[in-house]
């Protein structure tokens, strides 16, 4: 008879503690095979993040040189609002009759086992193999009521998908779901909640349609425009000192310019380092967005007047900013610069030099 361990879960997303386990189960239980089991709508947990298409593609990648584990989207497939162990299960038992069904949970789920739909029924037709959480020890009462059995995961992990998807615990995932994570903007609303107020996320929200919009006008990538725009404040709240400790380790040459340009330099250092973003051209984009350059890419000049022109703005040249940069991202970017500067010597300001070198490069009469 084949011997299949079910791991099921949102998982929103799929990370490296979820394939130790299957690992683990695979081994000491001695399966044939392991299922990934997501399911559309847990009744005991609140909705997820990630779309179904996104968790399916997470999976994929995670599990693509695992020839033993393997995706079953029955649950995302069912019409079934939300999920419900047992009636997978009466369905898997009926589909495989010469399988004999593992079904994993964690010791975080022990104790809730009693609110489970159809528990006394489930826990005939499978095996239910009990995987230590820390914070949540397996009691001998629990284990013995549901004929559970044990299954040592180590080391043992409290992982916390919420820190995952903030950015706090990224180093949990694998490398290539980092990157579809990062490519797909997913996971940016909590990115975003984790390191601004409401207010600053909006206005991150409308920079990053706004270069998306432009992006499409003047032919540039709109989904770099779009991440770009939407991460260029990331940093923006940050305290001076956790500002200063960040540019200290990475670019240290960056402590010398002025203070409102910190969170430009470090918002593009966060996304290189931290989140790890590959995409070099997104990165400079943020990197630029608030001083300019002497080079600009039209990505750079995109993200640079998407948040100058986002639609919160309301300063009384912004409507004539946004036409012209719909039409000539150059001849914006100098009128722009022209406007600052008037502003900024009215208010008795002394310009820098890296300004004047930039103003006299991209300013047109």
């Not at 033993?68 to 495989?96: A, D, G, P």
């Not at 984790?194 to 996320?201: A, K, P, T, V, Y």
């Not at 260029?232 to 500002?243: E, F, M, R, S, V």
């Not at 300001?349 to 006299?360: G, R, T």
């Amino acid at each position: 008879m084949k011997k299949i361990g079910i791991l099921g879960g949102t998982f929103d997303p799929i990370h490296n503690q979820h394939i130790k386990i299957a690992k683990t189960a695979f081994s000491k239980l001695k399966l044939d095979e392991v299922w990934i089991l997501p399911n559309k709508k847990n009744p005991l947990k609140n909705n997820v993040s990630a779309t179904t298409e996104q968790r399916i593609a997470m999976i994929k990648l995670a599990i693509k040189n695992l020839a033993w584990l393997k995706l079953n989207e029955y649950e995302l497939k069912s019409k079934s609002k939300v999920s419900y162990s047992i009636n997978t299960i009466k369905y898997l038992t009926k589909t495989y009759p010469k399988t004999e069904f593992f079904f994993i949970i964690g010791s975080d789920n022990l104790a809730t086992l009693n609110q489970w739909k159809g528990i006394d029924e489930l826990n005939k037709l499978v095996k239910i193999i009990v995987v230590n959480r820390p914070h949540y020890p397996k009691t001998i009462e629990l284990m013995q009521r549901y004929h559970c059995e044990n299954l040592v995961v180590q080391p043992s992990s409290d992982v916390s998908s919420s820190k995952i998807r903030t950015g706090e615990a990224i180093e949990l995932l694998d490398p290539k779901v980092i990157d579809y994570i990062n490519n797909n903007l997913i996971y940016a609303q909590e990115r975003l909640n984790f390191n601004l107020d409401q207010e600053r996320i909006q206005h991150c929200l409308n920079v990053g349609q706004a270069a998306k919009e432009l992006a499409i006008k003047h032919h540039v990538d709109p989904n770099q425009a779009l991440i770009a725009g939407t991460f260029h404040d990331i940093a923006k709240q940050w305290p001076k000192t956790q500002l200063t400790k960040y540019l200290n380790k990475y670019y240290p040459e960056g402590l010398t310019a002025p203070f409102n340009l910190y969170h430009a330099y470090v918002g593009a250092l966060y996304l290189k380092h931290h989140l790890k973003f590959h995409d070099q051209d997104i990165i400079d984009a943020i990197f630029k967005h608030t001083s300019g350059d002497l080079k600009m890419s039209k990505l750079d000049l995109i993200v640079f007047l998407a948040d100058k022109i986002s639609k919160e703005r309301k300063y009384p040249e912004v409507k004539t900013l946004r036409k012209l940069a719909a039409k000539d991202l150059s001849l914006a970017f100098s009128k722009y610069l022209e406007l600052l500067r008037t502003n900024l010597l009215n208010k008795n300001v002394k310009l820098n030099q890296e300004f004047n070198l930039i103003y006299e490069k991209w300013h047109k009469n």
